[in-house]
């Protein structure tokens, strides 16, 4: 098949999905209300996640029924986190779950996704680890212990940065456009994506919701790995680098107002830049998707994402040093 068929066809489902979901999404209850930590002013359906699924899921399967994709030879336990990751997205989408009534499903999600890259790691290792230390049982149990933090960091990172229109859905469709010219078969989610932002040009008719950044999240993180992450940590980090350094800085600076880690507020470098801008989402968006973009074609090299995570970090630094004297301010 040409290579943008796949990709197109996907496009045009999730479209056509994401245009029924949101007219269902009332009655279903899929509705995200404006509340003092977010930046709509009105009720606005948050199916995107579930179009994405929806439309991506079923070019897929149409596909590997047709014969013009293999199904993938995947671990079962990657399918089964992956459909956990995006079943509890759908139900807290519905239910709006309590962070903390998430993290323990999350975790469990994340440690089976990790298993098969363990085993990965022990059968063939890794040019930078000397191949004898992988017959430790403590470096695998370490190994183990980070694999199960990166597939409960990404999503949640994605999920918290999904904070202004467009922002997340440009995002991942970066990072797996890259992993595509590397060789990691992602053209049907990067069409879903499409369909997915076409809705939402100019202004939002749905936002991602949990099941989409969950969803989004997830195959990031085992996307990056199968694009080398392992063997390329540098490549790993500074595709991960413009969501891990806001979400770093904000949980310190919820350490230093003495907050806790699951309180959400309106202090993320989306926030901030979109305050900057004057509320400006079509400058705000871009901004930040190239800065994205400057990590990705940047990860070739050991410097250049250094520096750029420097400056960001930097950027990122003096922002909340502002939000924690406003935040003080205010609890005083």
Known sequence: MHRLLLPLLSAVTTLAAGLL??????????IDHPDPRKVHTKATPRTGGLAMVLGGGL?????????????????????????????VGVL??????????????????????????????????VPWLPQGWLASPMLLIAAFALLTFWF???????????????????????????????????????GALVGFLLLNWPRAKHFMGDAGSFGCGFLLAEAILRGGGLAHPVMALAFTAPISLDVAMGLIRRRR???????????????????LTGGR??????????NSAGFVLFSGHAWLPLVQ???????????????LFEQSALFR
């Open 257 to 275: 107002l003495r907050m806790s880690f699951f309180t959400a507020d309106r202090a993320t470098c989306p926030h901030h830049l979109l305050n």
């Open 92 to 125: 807290d989408d519905r239910f709006s779950f309590h962070p903390r009534e998430k993290v323990v499903s999350l975790i469990s999600l994340s440690a089976l996704a990790a298993w098969p890259w363990v085993l990965v790691l022990q059968a063939s290792g």
């Open 152 to 190: 409960m960091a990404v999503p949640n990172a994605v999920n918290i940065e999904d904070a202004i229109n467009g922002y997340m859905g440009g995002y991942t469709w970066i990072v797996l456009l890259a992993l595509c010219l590397r060789g990691v078969d992602t053209r049907i989610a990067l």
């Open 59 to 87: 070019v897929f399967l149409a596909s590997v029924a047709l014969g013009w994709l293999p199904w993938p030879a995947l671990p079962w336990q990657t399918w089964l986190a992956g459909l956990g990751f995006t079943t």
């Open 21 to 30: 979901l949101v007219r269902e999404a009332e009655a279903w209850g899929f």
């Open 309 to 323: 995570g420097i400056l960001y970090a930097m950027g990122l630094i003096l922002l909340n040093r502002k939000s």
């Open 281 to 290: 989402v079509l400058i705000a968006t871009p901004i930040l998707i190239l």
